[in-house]
């Protein structure tokens, strides 16, 4: 290990960063007129995002709906083409890549959507909706071996390979989105990013899912990407968190420095929506309700975009945006003016 590593509580700061990402921003044009349109505006959906991801890694990404989770998780695919800034998988530039090169990178990072009832064709089975990557990407698997690794496919995620040649209707929520899981998987992936996963599922099935997602991950060295709208979904998968607010990230640090030291008032209000399983520490955490819903993303705030619903805001947090900088050996960052650091926190218990 490192000195870094030893330096935080981070367990993942020695290991290969496999996914890198700078200053990726994504601003959707507002267009108005009937015969000829216009642009009025820009939807700032993403907004200079940078993280990086590890090997083996979960990196939750968290925040109230619009603010810009999946429009990410779509350039990171690219599904959709940033207007700025750099993706590198494993050191590649993936944002300069095209063609037959796209398309072999492609492989290395899947999506698992919310939605299983719409995210798998009604009209395929089972085996052509896992099957259908090996058909495009024709050297993973030779044609005849195909049937046989959708199979195996099934079994992995805990589905009956018998059940090969049934439609998406006959099987439950969370037998669909294993399907989704395993399809994900056919390529071998190196990242899986996972967009509310398990948000339109039960609760009850939601725990079997994520154990599976758990799973895999031991078992293939998967880096996941788990996006989940409060922070409750993520702990327990994720190692480090990004909090997401209005195209940028507001605090970014591990599963331990969020949950028992958050630095952001924003994660600070997140955290206190959460409930507390302990019944000794209800009550000694104060609940934060937030003024308002998050402004239209197509015209932020100056400055602080928290600012209009934040209570420790200032003048200079209108006049200034605060950056997220992440300081050598710590893991934890928070783009606030007046953050708490992990020492004040500490100093408050
Ligand atoms: N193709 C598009 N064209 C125009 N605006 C878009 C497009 N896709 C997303 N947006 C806008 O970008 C913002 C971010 O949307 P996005 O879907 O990324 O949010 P989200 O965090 O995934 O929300 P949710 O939690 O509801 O899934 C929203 O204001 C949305 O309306
Ligand atoms: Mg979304």
Known sequence: MTATAEQTTDPFAGEEVVLDVDGLVKHFPLKQGIVVKRQIGAVQAVDGVSFQLRRGETLGIVGESGCGKS????????????DAGEVRFRGEDFLALDGEELRRMRRKIQIIFQDPYTSLNPRMSV????????????????????????????????????HINRYPHQFSGGQRQRIGIARGLALNPDVIICDEPVSALDVSVQAQVMNLLED??????LSYIFIAHDLSVVRH????????????????GTEHEIYGGPAHPYTQALLSAVPVPDPTLRGKREQIVLKGDPPNPANPPSGCRFRTRCWKATDYCAEVAPELTVRPGISQAAACHYAETNEDVAAMD
């Open 216 to 221: 895999l991950q031991d078992e293939f060295g």
């Open 237 to 252: 998968i994720s190692d480090r968190i990004a909090v997401m607010y209005l195209g940028k990230l507001a605090e970014l």
């Open 127 to 162: 085996g052509d909706i896992i099957g259908e990557p090996f058909t495009i990407h024709k050297d993973v698997v030779p044609k005849k071996g195909i049937r046989n690794r959708v199979k195996e496919l099934l079994d992995v995620v805990g589905l009956n390979p018998d």
């Open 71 to 82: 429009t990410l998780a779509k350039l990171l695919m690219r599904l959709e083409e940033p």
